[in-house]
Protein backbone atom coordinates (compact mmCIF):
# COMPACT_ATOMS: atom_id res chain seq x y z
CA UNK A 1 0.00 0.00 0.00
CA UNK A 2 1.60 2.82 -1.18
CA UNK A 3 1.30 6.24 1.44
CA UNK A 4 0.34 9.52 0.04
CA UNK A 5 2.18 12.71 1.35
CA UNK A 6 0.88 16.07 0.75
CA UNK A 7 2.77 18.46 -1.54
CA UNK A 8 5.10 20.63 0.68
CA UNK A 9 4.60 24.51 -0.40
CA UNK A 10 7.95 26.22 -0.66
CA UNK A 11 6.59 29.57 -1.79
CA UNK A 12 3.58 30.53 -3.95
CA UNK A 13 3.27 34.05 -5.02
CA UNK A 14 -0.69 33.85 -5.71
CA UNK A 15 -1.46 33.69 -2.51
CA UNK A 16 -0.15 36.51 -1.19
CA UNK A 17 3.44 35.41 -0.87
CA UNK A 18 6.16 38.69 -0.70
CA UNK A 19 9.39 39.44 -1.25
CA UNK A 20 10.65 39.75 2.03
CA UNK A 21 12.86 36.26 2.30
CA UNK A 22 14.44 36.75 -1.20
CA UNK A 23 17.67 38.06 -1.64
CA UNK A 24 19.45 38.96 -4.58
CA UNK A 25 23.35 38.06 -4.54
CA UNK A 26 25.07 39.19 -7.78
CA UNK A 27 28.50 38.21 -8.60
CA UNK A 28 29.70 42.10 -7.07
CA UNK A 29 30.77 39.42 -4.11
CA UNK A 30 33.92 38.55 -6.33
CA UNK A 31 34.16 41.84 -8.40
CA UNK A 32 32.00 41.13 -11.20
CA UNK A 33 29.61 43.65 -12.48
CA UNK A 34 26.38 41.53 -12.95
CA UNK A 35 22.58 43.33 -12.11
CA UNK A 36 19.98 41.44 -10.60
CA UNK A 37 16.53 42.45 -9.22
CA UNK A 38 13.50 40.90 -7.56
CA UNK A 39 10.06 42.41 -7.51
CA UNK A 40 6.54 41.77 -7.15
CA UNK A 41 4.62 41.75 -10.73
CA UNK A 42 1.49 43.45 -11.14
CA UNK A 43 -0.45 39.75 -11.67
CA UNK A 44 0.85 37.50 -8.25
CA UNK A 45 4.07 36.76 -9.61
CA UNK A 46 7.61 37.58 -8.60
CA UNK A 47 10.17 38.40 -11.47
CA UNK A 48 14.00 37.84 -11.55
CA UNK A 49 15.75 39.91 -13.91
CA UNK A 50 18.39 42.18 -14.94
CA UNK A 51 22.37 41.28 -17.03
CA UNK A 52 24.68 39.12 -16.80
CA UNK A 53 28.19 40.91 -17.18
CA UNK A 54 31.50 39.06 -17.48
CA UNK A 55 33.37 41.86 -16.81
CA UNK A 56 36.15 41.59 -13.63
CA UNK A 57 35.69 38.29 -13.74
CA UNK A 58 31.84 38.03 -13.42
CA UNK A 59 29.16 35.99 -14.36
CA UNK A 60 26.32 35.43 -12.38
CA UNK A 61 23.10 36.57 -10.48
CA UNK A 62 21.25 34.71 -7.93
CA UNK A 63 18.03 35.23 -5.88
CA UNK A 64 18.02 33.23 -2.65
CA UNK A 65 14.99 32.17 -0.71
CA UNK A 66 15.02 31.75 3.28
CA UNK A 67 12.68 28.95 3.77
CA UNK A 68 13.71 28.78 7.08
CA UNK A 69 14.48 24.86 8.62
CA UNK A 70 11.67 22.78 6.58
CA UNK A 71 11.60 19.27 7.44
CA UNK A 72 12.12 17.39 3.57
CA UNK A 73 11.98 14.05 4.58
CA UNK A 74 9.71 11.66 2.08
CA UNK A 75 9.91 14.11 -0.52
CA UNK A 76 11.77 13.52 -4.12
CA UNK A 77 10.76 15.97 -6.37
CA UNK A 78 10.80 19.50 -6.50
CA UNK A 79 8.52 20.85 -8.71
CA UNK A 80 8.56 24.62 -10.29
CA UNK A 81 5.41 26.66 -11.94
CA UNK A 82 7.69 29.64 -13.98
CA UNK A 83 7.98 31.53 -17.23
CA UNK A 84 11.91 31.59 -18.74
CA UNK A 85 12.96 33.32 -21.23
CA UNK A 86 14.14 30.60 -23.06
CA UNK A 87 17.86 30.45 -21.12
CA UNK A 88 19.11 28.20 -18.55
CA UNK A 89 18.99 28.20 -14.87
CA UNK A 90 20.43 26.70 -11.93
CA UNK A 91 18.08 25.53 -8.38
CA UNK A 92 20.34 25.31 -5.78
CA UNK A 93 18.98 23.96 -2.42
CA UNK A 94 21.39 24.36 0.79
CA UNK A 95 20.74 21.36 3.46
CA UNK A 96 22.40 23.37 6.66
CA UNK A 97 23.15 27.14 7.53
CA UNK A 98 26.70 26.02 8.08
CA UNK A 99 27.27 24.32 5.01
CA UNK A 100 29.70 26.28 2.54
CA UNK A 101 28.48 24.48 -0.17
CA UNK A 102 24.65 23.43 -2.22
CA UNK A 103 23.09 20.87 -3.88
CA UNK A 104 22.16 22.21 -7.49
CA UNK A 105 20.76 20.96 -10.91
CA UNK A 106 20.22 23.37 -14.13
CA UNK A 107 16.79 23.33 -16.11
CA UNK A 108 16.61 25.06 -19.93
CA UNK A 109 13.44 27.26 -19.76
CA UNK A 110 10.92 27.56 -23.16
CA UNK A 111 9.75 31.01 -22.79
CA UNK A 112 6.21 29.99 -21.75
CA UNK A 113 4.57 29.14 -18.30
CA UNK A 114 5.25 25.75 -17.88
CA UNK A 115 6.03 22.94 -14.80
CA UNK A 116 9.79 22.30 -13.79
CA UNK A 117 10.03 18.74 -12.21
CA UNK A 118 13.48 18.42 -10.34
CA UNK A 119 14.17 14.94 -8.66
CA UNK A 120 15.94 15.81 -5.68
CA UNK A 121 18.14 12.98 -5.89
CA UNK A 122 20.02 14.25 -8.83
CA UNK A 123 20.80 17.81 -7.03
CA UNK A 124 24.77 17.45 -6.90
CA UNK A 125 27.01 19.40 -4.54
CA UNK A 126 28.60 22.05 -5.90
CA UNK A 127 30.64 25.28 -4.20
CA UNK A 128 32.02 27.61 -6.34
CA UNK A 129 31.12 25.82 -9.90
CA UNK A 130 32.81 23.14 -8.72
CA UNK A 131 31.05 19.58 -8.12
CA UNK A 132 32.20 18.06 -4.87
CA UNK A 133 33.16 14.55 -3.82
CA UNK A 134 30.03 13.80 -2.22
CA UNK A 135 26.97 11.66 -2.72
CA UNK A 136 23.88 13.54 -3.94
CA UNK A 137 21.57 15.27 -2.51
CA UNK A 138 19.69 12.77 0.63
CA UNK A 139 19.05 15.22 3.43
CA UNK A 140 16.27 15.73 6.03
CA UNK A 141 16.45 19.37 5.74
CA UNK A 142 16.48 22.33 3.39
CA UNK A 143 16.93 25.89 4.96
CA UNK A 144 17.32 27.53 1.53
CA UNK A 145 16.19 27.76 -2.36
CA UNK A 146 18.42 29.78 -4.80
CA UNK A 147 17.78 30.34 -8.57
CA UNK A 148 20.84 31.21 -10.62
CA UNK A 149 21.83 32.26 -13.75
CA UNK A 150 25.40 31.91 -14.79
CA UNK A 151 25.45 30.54 -18.74
CA UNK A 152 29.04 31.81 -19.69
CA UNK A 153 27.58 34.84 -21.64
CA UNK A 154 27.02 38.55 -21.30
CA UNK A 155 22.97 38.60 -21.55
CA UNK A 156 19.88 39.63 -20.07
CA UNK A 157 17.43 37.38 -18.21
CA UNK A 158 14.19 37.65 -16.95
CA UNK A 159 12.63 34.70 -14.67
CA UNK A 160 9.32 34.91 -13.69
CA UNK A 161 8.14 32.51 -10.63
CA UNK A 162 4.88 31.11 -9.41
CA UNK A 163 5.33 28.83 -7.13
CA UNK A 164 7.59 25.60 -5.83
CA UNK A 165 6.36 22.67 -3.89
CA UNK A 166 8.10 19.37 -3.02
CA UNK A 167 6.18 15.71 -4.12
Do not use: C, H
Amino acid sequence: MAITINNLILFDFSENSGPGKWQVVNDGVMGGLSRGAFKMSENGTALFTGIVSLENNGGFSSVRYNTGITNVEGYTILEIYLKGDGKKYQVRIQENNDDYFSYITSFQTSGKWETIELPLKEMFPSFRGQKLDRPNFNGKTIVGLTFLIGNKKAEPFTLELQKAYLK
